[in-house]
């Protein structure tokens, strides 16, 4: 069986990373011998649509779980679509972790565990974002949407100008990242329908 672990560096003894979208790496273990492969998560820098991405490279490794701190409900919608099932590993190593999901002692995810846009914080000016494009540079990351594809516009309804002079360019950047999100809702969209379509 191969399962993915969020760690902090590239090796078995790497201590599991508290983050999914974010964390700097993916470990991909064969739990019969322990033999992995060690993944950077492309998605760790992202401006935007983070945790999407880092769920779609999952997938795309085809493993059979996933192992992590904490999952927004972006990434963990596009996991239970195709049925991969996620387990809370609260520390410890990526073996440690391994080791308990085997003797059964890890809890299986029934939902999110962390706000949409938890990894997020304050950032600079528009970058490019998820599927190309342009994407978010700054905001809060105070993830107030509800789980699911609503989760998409609370973050951005948290996201309010510091205020001053600053007021216009952001009005203006805020505008922009509506589009942004309404551009990623689609790809969710889309990406959920051809999993329903291909199952």
């Not at 952001?170 to 969710?188: K, N, T, Y």
């Given at each position: 069986?191969?399962?993915?672990?969020?760690?902090?560096?590239?090796?078995?003894?790497?201590?599991?990373?508290?983050v999914f979208g974010?964390?700097?790496?993916?470990?991909?273990?064969?739990?019969?011998?322990?033999?992995?492969?060690?993944?950077?998560?492309?998605?760790?820098?992202?401006?935007?649509?983070?945790?999407?991405?880092?769920?779609?490279?999952?997938?795309?490794?085809?493993?059979?779980?996933?192992?992590?701190?904490?999952?927004?409900?972006?990434?963990?919608?596009?996991?239970?679509?195709?049925?991969?099932?996620?387990?809370?590993?609260?520390?410890?190593?990526?073996?440690?972790?391994?080791?308990?999901?085997?003797?059964?002692?890890?809890?299986?995810?029934?939902?999110?565990?962390?706000?949409?846009?938890?990894?997020?914080?304050?950032?600079?000016?528009?970058?490019?974002?998820?599927?190309?494009?342009?994407?978010?540079?700054?905001?809060?990351?105070?993830?107030?949407?509800?789980?699911?594809?609503?989760?998409?516009?609370?973050?951005?309804?948290?996201?309010?100008?510091?205020?001053?002079?600053e007021a216009s360019?952001?009005?203006?950047?805020?505008?922009?990242?509506?589009?942004?999100?309404?551009?990623?809702?689609?790809?969710?969209?889309?990406?959920?329908?051809?999993l329903d379509q291909?199952?």
């Open positions: 069986m191969r399962v993915a672990v969020t760690v902090e560096g590239p090796e078995l003894d790497a201590p599991v990373s508290p974010r964390c700097p790496c993916f470990l991909l273990v064969e739990t019969d011998d322990f033999s992995y492969e060690a993944r950077p998560n492309e998605a760790a820098g992202a401006p935007g649509g983070a945790g999407i991405q880092a769920a779609q490279a999952i997938v795309n490794a085809a493993v059979e779980a996933v192992i992590t701190g904490q999952i927004g409900p972006n990434a963990f919608a596009l996991l239970q679509a195709t049925q991969i099932p996620v387990y809370r590993c609260a520390g410890g190593t990526a073996r440690q972790a391994v080791e308990a999901f085997l003797r059964g002692e890890l809890e299986r995810l029934g939902g999110p565990s962390a706000q949409a846009h938890a990894g997020m914080s304050w950032g600079a000016g528009m970058g490019p974002g998820a599927w190309g494009g342009r994407g978010m540079g700054a905001g809060r990351g105070a993830g107030r949407g509800q789980p699911g594809r609503a989760g998409w516009m609370g973050g951005l309804r948290g996201a309010q100008a510091p205020g001053g002079a360019g952001s009005a203006q950047e805020l505008a922009g990242l509506r589009e942004e999100v309404e551009r990623l809702r689609q790809q969710v969209d889309d990406l959920l329908k051809r291909l199952r």
